[in-house]
């Protein structure tokens, strides 16, 4: 038998009617699968468009603490913004400055912090002051190391510790006889003066001269540093004549 033709009846009797007001209603099994299915659809779908209400609802209660956490990466971000500007400036003066110490200087100028006066430059091409006597830097430092050249292989200058950056000086009138990158010196500056000498300042972190560049008593050549085998900001610092290393002692006027 078919499910058209099966059926199922409902009888409904109201509490304390007479019989006649008994009714029945009858339906097939096929209908009745119908409306089954469908009042799972409409409870499946409620119940999806709570779940969706209750996950809106959640989000929605975020709202807050996500607006505060907006503000504060904004105020952040300010900051950052600010900071890139104060950098920016801060390279901009540094550039200004290494510009500076770059810049040839005028022949007549008279700061002595770069280059002796006329009067002593005569003197040293003259051949009265050829050797290289001055100090190496523009303040005293501290000698950490001295020279040691007597044991074949071992230190032949003198280390004088300052703080980086601190300018370093020619000791003497010359022509720059090399000047770059070694692996224990770091960035040096080699120096050729009248007379057989020859000066070395080694460890420095930026040089301002190049090879057969002609250099003047005084004039700043590089900013000390720690680059090469060092463990520490100094100047190493070498005299030699004729070849044979020098105790820089016995030649620079110590401040």
């Known amino acids: 038998m078919g499910d058209d033709r099966r059926r199922m009846t409902f ?8 019989e006649m007001n008994t009714r029945s209603f009858e339906i097939s099994y096929r209908r009745l699968r119908t409306v089954t299915l469908l009042l799972g659809i409409l409870v499946v779908a409620w119940l999806a468009m709570a779940g969706s209400w209750l996950y809106m609802a959640g ?46 200087r005028a022949e007549d100028a008279d700061d ?14 003259a051949g009265e002051q050829a ?27 003198i280390d004088i510790v300052v703080a980086e950056g601190s300018y370093v000086r ?31 300042y080694g460890h420095a972190s930026e040089l301002f001269v190049a090879p057969n560049d002609r250099v003047e008593r005084h004039q700043v ?14 100047l190493h610092f070498e005299i030699w004549r004729d070849g044979t290393s020098v105790d820089p002692h016995q030649v620079v006027e110590a401040p």
């Open 59 to 104: 989000q929605a209660a975020r709202v807050p603490s996500l607006q505060g956490e907006v503000a504060r990466l904004e105020q952040e971000l300010g900051q950052v913004e600010q900071l890139a500007v104060a950098l920016r400036r801060l390279e901009g003066q540094y550039a200004q400055v290494r510009e500076l110490l770059r810049a040839d």
């Open 221 to 234: 050549i590089a900013l000390s540093g720690s680059t090469g085998s060092s463990t520490e900001p100094h």
């Open 131 to 157: 050797a290289p006597s001055a100090w190496p830097l523009t303040e005293r430092g501290a000698v950490a190391r001295e020279r040691l050249a007597l044991i074949p292989g071992e230190h032949a200058g």
């Open 170 to 200: 020619a000791a003497g009138i010359g022509v720059v006889s090399a000047a770059g990158r070694d692996e224990v010196y770091g960035n040096y500056v080699r120096i050729r003066h009248p007379n057989g000498y020859e000066t070395l």
């Open 11 to 18: 009888i409904v009797v109201p509490h304390g009617a007479q």
């Open 112 to 125: 002595d912090l770069w280059r002796a006066g006329d009067a002593e430059l005569l003197a040293a091409s």
